[in-house]
Protein backbone atom coordinates (compact mmCIF):
# COMPACT_ATOMS: atom_id res chain seq x y z
CA UNK A 1 0.00 0.00 0.00
CA UNK A 2 1.52 3.23 -0.97
CA UNK A 3 0.33 4.98 2.64
CA UNK A 4 2.65 3.05 3.94
CA UNK A 5 6.04 3.86 2.58
CA UNK A 6 5.51 7.39 1.22
CA UNK A 7 5.81 10.30 3.57
CA UNK A 8 1.89 11.65 2.56
CA UNK A 9 2.00 15.43 3.68
CA UNK A 10 -2.09 16.77 4.89
CA UNK A 11 -2.94 20.29 6.15
CA UNK A 12 -6.73 21.45 5.63
CA UNK A 13 -6.67 24.42 4.17
CA UNK A 14 -10.65 24.84 4.33
CA UNK A 15 -11.08 25.20 0.33
CA UNK A 16 -14.08 23.04 0.40
CA UNK A 17 -13.08 20.47 -2.13
CA UNK A 18 -13.84 17.73 -0.13
CA UNK A 19 -16.81 18.86 0.00
CA UNK A 20 -18.00 18.62 -3.51
CA UNK A 21 -18.79 15.84 -5.78
CA UNK A 22 -20.73 14.69 -9.07
CA UNK A 23 -24.28 14.58 -9.20
CA UNK A 24 -24.32 10.55 -8.01
CA UNK A 25 -22.47 11.31 -5.12
CA UNK A 26 -23.49 11.84 -1.22
CA UNK A 27 -22.35 11.36 2.27
CA UNK A 28 -22.75 8.07 3.71
CA UNK A 29 -23.87 8.00 6.93
CA UNK A 30 -25.13 5.82 9.83
CA UNK A 31 -28.22 6.03 11.96
CA UNK A 32 -26.32 7.61 14.47
CA UNK A 33 -24.87 10.10 12.62
CA UNK A 34 -28.15 11.24 11.07
CA UNK A 35 -29.90 11.07 13.96
CA UNK A 36 -27.23 13.40 15.63
CA UNK A 37 -26.72 16.40 12.83
CA UNK A 38 -31.08 16.52 12.86
CA UNK A 39 -30.55 16.93 16.54
CA UNK A 40 -27.91 20.06 15.98
CA UNK A 41 -29.88 21.08 13.70
CA UNK A 42 -33.21 20.78 15.63
CA UNK A 43 -35.39 19.37 12.27
CA UNK A 44 -38.27 17.00 12.55
CA UNK A 45 -37.14 13.62 11.10
CA UNK A 46 -39.53 14.16 8.67
CA UNK A 47 -37.98 16.91 7.14
CA UNK A 48 -34.80 15.87 7.78
CA UNK A 49 -35.25 13.15 5.62
CA UNK A 50 -37.51 14.50 3.14
CA UNK A 51 -34.79 17.81 2.83
CA UNK A 52 -31.36 16.12 2.71
CA UNK A 53 -31.05 12.49 3.21
CA UNK A 54 -31.06 9.95 -0.42
CA UNK A 55 -31.55 6.33 0.70
CA UNK A 56 -28.84 4.91 -1.77
CA UNK A 57 -29.94 1.01 -1.45
CA UNK A 58 -31.45 -1.39 1.13
CA UNK A 59 -28.60 -0.65 3.39
CA UNK A 60 -27.04 2.20 2.73
CA UNK A 61 -28.57 6.66 3.18
CA UNK A 62 -26.40 9.62 2.84
CA UNK A 63 -26.45 13.24 2.68
CA UNK A 64 -27.96 14.10 -0.76
CA UNK A 65 -25.40 16.52 -2.18
CA UNK A 66 -27.68 20.21 -4.08
CA UNK A 67 -27.53 20.32 -7.76
CA UNK A 68 -24.31 21.96 -8.38
CA UNK A 69 -22.47 18.96 -6.34
CA UNK A 70 -21.78 20.69 -2.61
CA UNK A 71 -22.88 19.38 0.51
CA UNK A 72 -26.11 21.14 1.83
CA UNK A 73 -23.88 21.36 4.84
CA UNK A 74 -21.34 23.54 3.48
CA UNK A 75 -21.55 27.32 4.20
CA UNK A 76 -20.96 29.90 1.56
CA UNK A 77 -17.71 30.99 3.46
CA UNK A 78 -16.43 27.07 2.52
CA UNK A 79 -17.04 25.77 6.51
CA UNK A 80 -19.03 23.11 7.48
CA UNK A 81 -21.89 24.53 9.35
CA UNK A 82 -21.94 20.58 11.09
CA UNK A 83 -18.51 20.49 11.88
CA UNK A 84 -18.91 19.14 15.61
CA UNK A 85 -21.67 16.29 14.46
CA UNK A 86 -19.80 15.76 10.99
CA UNK A 87 -20.10 12.17 9.35
CA UNK A 88 -17.20 9.56 9.50
CA UNK A 89 -16.65 9.53 6.06
CA UNK A 90 -15.62 13.80 6.73
CA UNK A 91 -14.14 13.07 10.00
CA UNK A 92 -11.25 10.72 8.32
CA UNK A 93 -10.96 12.09 5.02
CA UNK A 94 -8.16 11.97 2.77
CA UNK A 95 -7.14 8.67 4.85
CA UNK A 96 -9.98 6.62 2.84
CA UNK A 97 -8.58 3.26 0.97
CA UNK A 98 -9.50 4.33 -2.13
CA UNK A 99 -7.25 7.36 -1.64
CA UNK A 100 -3.85 6.43 -0.19
CA UNK A 101 -3.54 2.65 -1.60
CA UNK A 102 -2.02 3.83 -5.00
CA UNK A 103 0.31 6.75 -5.68
CA UNK A 104 -1.71 7.29 -7.96
CA UNK A 105 -4.81 8.01 -6.63
CA UNK A 106 -3.51 10.28 -4.11
CA UNK A 107 -1.89 12.54 -7.06
CA UNK A 108 -5.35 12.57 -8.55
CA UNK A 109 -6.83 13.68 -5.65
CA UNK A 110 -4.21 16.27 -4.61
CA UNK A 111 -5.10 17.89 -7.61
CA UNK A 112 -8.93 18.57 -6.30
CA UNK A 113 -7.39 19.28 -2.53
CA UNK A 114 -5.33 21.72 -2.27
CA UNK A 115 -3.85 20.45 1.56
CA UNK A 116 -2.66 17.30 0.01
CA UNK A 117 1.14 17.38 -0.20
CA UNK A 118 0.73 20.80 2.13
CA UNK A 119 1.93 20.76 5.69
CA UNK A 120 4.20 18.46 8.06
CA UNK A 121 4.28 15.02 7.20
CA UNK A 122 1.50 13.00 8.79
CA UNK A 123 2.34 10.39 10.78
CA UNK A 124 1.82 6.59 9.82
CA UNK A 125 -0.16 5.88 13.13
CA UNK A 126 -2.20 9.29 12.14
CA UNK A 127 -3.15 7.76 9.09
CA UNK A 128 -3.79 4.28 10.19
CA UNK A 129 -6.00 5.39 12.62
CA UNK A 130 -8.06 7.65 10.62
CA UNK A 131 -8.03 4.19 8.15
CA UNK A 132 -9.23 2.23 10.77
CA UNK A 133 -12.01 4.43 11.55
CA UNK A 134 -13.34 5.01 7.54
CA UNK A 135 -13.20 1.01 7.68
CA UNK A 136 -15.58 0.70 10.73
CA UNK A 137 -18.94 1.25 8.41
Request: charged share 30%.
Amino acid sequence: MYYQHARLRFECTGCGACCTGGADHYVETSATERAAIRTFLKLSPAWFRRRYLVRVDADTTGIRLERNGRCPFLGADNRCRIYSVRPRQCRTYPWWPELIGLKRDWSNEARRCEGMNRGAVVPLSTIERGLARERKK
